[in-house]
């Protein structure tokens, strides 16, 4: 079993940043290529962004590239999202998860975290 834990959302003004986290624990967290998804209110789960065990891929949903970087730190097990420039339309809960880099992308997980909650205001 993989648990994820997210952290880092928050309230912020159009324009503005912040930095998710999600530390992942278990035996079997060695390995495994990480994303980000997100939901807003009334809407499905969508992809943002993923990377690979290894760091050396990684992939972005349109709407978020430019704005948004995955990284991660294998020695501590956590991944994070750096989510510059902020508009409205990315609230949503935010959730981290853990899968093969493939399936990620095509929304199949193995693990998935509580998720944490972004809010962006005009």
């Known amino acids: 079993q993989v648990q994820l834990v997210e952290s880092g959302g928050g309230s912020v003004q159009a324009g503005g940043s912040l930095r998710l986290s999600c530390a992942a624990s278990g035996r079997a967290v060695s390995g495994y290529d990480m994303g980000w998804f997100r939901q807003a209110p009334g809407k499905e789960r969508e992809f943002v962004a993923v990377i690979d065990w290894y760091a050396l891929n990684t992939y972005y949903a349109d709407s978020v590239k430019g704005r948004f970087t995955i990284s991660r730190d294998n020695a501590k097990s956590t991944v994070s999202l750096q989510v510059n420039s902020l508009k409205p339309e990315d609230t949503a809960v935010y959730y981290c998860?853990?899968?093969?880099?493939?399936?990620?992308?095509?929304?199949?997980?193995?693990?998935w975290g509580q998720g944490t909650q972004v809010t962006v205001s005009s």
């Open positions: 998860a853990a899968g093969a880099f493939s399936r990620l992308r095509a929304g199949v997980c193995d693990y």
